[in-house]
């Protein structure tokens, strides 16, 4: 019997999307995009964050400038709960993910052991 394995994945997306992490994901992202500080902060810190993941696999060392900012931008996301309502979301959405990935990579883990 041959299984079409991209029709589970597809089914798997849609799934994803009507759980109850992806919808308080989802409603926490509205949430972050509808409010002009929160929505600053938040693209401010995803600018720090794109640019010191960068450096670091480039091998460079981050300034002591860029530190600073980093956990400047640190301070306001914790200080915003709008902001930190949308990393708990994402953080439960990715605990998700992997726990599925675990699930999916059985098979393959089963076979070198």
Same mark, same amino acid.
């Given at each position: +019997?041959?299984?079409?394995?991209?029709?589970?994945?597809?089914?798997?997306?849609?799934?994803?999307? #009507?759980?109850?992490?992806?919808?308080?994901?989802?409603? %926490?992202?509205? %949430?972050? #995009?509808?409010?002009?500080?929160? *929505?600053? $902060?938040?693209?401010?810190?995803?600018?720090?964050?794109? +640019?010191?993941?960068?450096?670091? +696999?480039?091998?460079?060392?981050?300034?002591?400038? !860029?530190?600073?900012? %980093?956990?400047? $931008?640190?301070?306001?996301?914790?200080?915003?709960?709008?902001?930190? *309502?949308?990393? !708990?979301?994402?953080?439960? $959405?990715?605990? +998700?993910?992997?726990?599925?990935?675990?699930?999916?990579?059985?098979? $393959?883990?089963?076979?070198?052991?």
């Amino acid at each position: +019997m041959s299984v079409n394995i991209y029709d589970t994945a597809n089914q798997l997306e849609q799934d994803l999307r #009507k759980t109850d992490e992806f919808q308080k994901l989802d409603a %926490a992202f509205k %949430a972050v #995009k509808e409010d002009e500080e929160a *929505n600053q $902060v938040f693209n401010e810190f995803r600018e720090i964050q794109q +640019m010191i993941q960068q450096k670091q +696999m480039s091998g460079q060392q981050i300034s002591e400038e !860029e530190a600073q900012q %980093a956990q400047e $931008v640190s301070n306001k996301i914790s200080e915003n709960e709008l902001i930190t *309502n949308l990393l !708990e979301a994402e953080k439960s $959405v990715g605990q +998700m993910i992997d726990d599925i990935n675990q699930t999916v990579l059985k098979p $393959v883990r089963e076979l070198y052991q």
